[in-house]
């Protein structure tokens, strides 16, 4: 059995130094309750930029680049160790953590941020980092398209884990390069909520007969920082809750078996069977004795992609 928690708590917005502190003594607490997998919702450093669903579609240009700049500032730069303090925590607790964060660009243009989610093993070394392929609607003015370089499954001791940001896990062929890698454990970070999403979770777990484990953005008003620009119009005081979280894990099948927290902060914890993702294939494998490669097949460029070579 591996226990896994699930971190449904808030950052502190458009921080990057006390989200990154939050974020260790959170690892800390679950590491502590004996989970050996500690999974955090998308972009939980520094945030969500959840604006971008409430300003106006290509207006509102001085409130939105205000915004962008403090999202920028907050990003976490790899190369720059800004992350060390999270794989520190890893390595010290002797645990795995898949974290969501707002990666910036270090390599070209210096200025653009993907939406990321790092898989950090044990020994405190990066296993994967994933950009998301394709941001949705509004994500599109605020983060830079992924690549294939990021669509692995990892082995580590709580199991194979691969990871897909949200509306990611409704692209199919995305979902059918983890399964054909033998994930176990299918990571979905979220802001996305609901019994809607909860279904696609479950769908997820007939279909590939893993593991999925859904880690969802609980944000309230009070996360709000007090200097945020327009907070009043943009996040009225009468509206408590932003995102309510839905956090969930789902067993092979489709059973839920914790969660969804709903409204609600804190850690979601699940001890599960990974035998379990492997005997229930015994029915349905769609990428092993349910395939149909004389009729179906999948290519999958996973080179990093850049718009400049030098030689």
């Known amino acids: 059995m591996v226990k896994i928690a699930i971190i449904q708590d808030s950052p502190i917005l458009l921080n990057r130094d006390k989200t990154i502190q939050k974020a260790v003594h959170l690892i800390e607490q679950a ?28 207006g509102d240009w001085s409130l939105s680049e205000k915004l962008h700049a403090r999202l920028l500032h907050s990003a976490i730069d790899i190369k720059a160790g800004d992350l060390e303090p999270i794989c520190k925590a890893a390595k010290n607790n002797k645990v795995t953590i898949v974290c969501g964060l707002n990666e910036l660009d270090s390599k070209l243009s210096k200025s653009t941020i993907y939406n990321t989610a790092v898989t950090i093993g044990p020994n405190g070394k990066i296993l994967n980092r ?39 896990n409704y692209m199919p062929l995305a979902r059918y390069t983890l399964y054909s890698q033998g ?10 909520s609901g019994d809607g999403w909860i279904g696609s979770m479950q769908h997820i777990a007939r279909e590939g007969r893993c593991w999925v484990i859904c880690a969802g953005v609980a944000l309230t008003n009070n996360d709000i920082p007090d200097d945020f620009p327009e907070k009043s119009s943009l996040y009225p005081a009468n509206e408590e809750w932003i995102n309510p979280g839905d956090s969930v894990v789902v067993a092979p099948g489709g059973d839920i078996t914790a969660g969804p927290l709903r409204k609600e902060k804190g850690i979601l914890f699940a001890e599960i069977d990974i035998d379990r993702a492997l005997i229930s294939k015994r029915d349905l494998d769609i990428t092993g004795h349910y395939s149909r490669p004389d009729i179906f097949t999948l290519k999958v460029n996973k080179k990093p992609q850049s718009p400049i070579k030098f030689k």
């Open 31 to 58: 590491a502590h309750a004996n989970a050996s997998l500690i999974v955090f919702p998308e972009a939980f450093i520094s945030g969500y930029p959840a604006w971008i669903w409430r300003l106006r579609p290509g």
């Open 130 to 168: 994933h950009r998301k392929l394709m941001p949705t609607n509004p994500e599109r003015m605020v983060w830079g398209f992924g690549d294939g370089s990021g669509l692995n499954v990892v082995e580590t001791p709580a199991g194979r884990i691969g990871t897909l940001l949200c509306w990611e």
């Open 183 to 192: 994930v176990e454990l299918y990571v979905a970070p979220t802001y996305d």
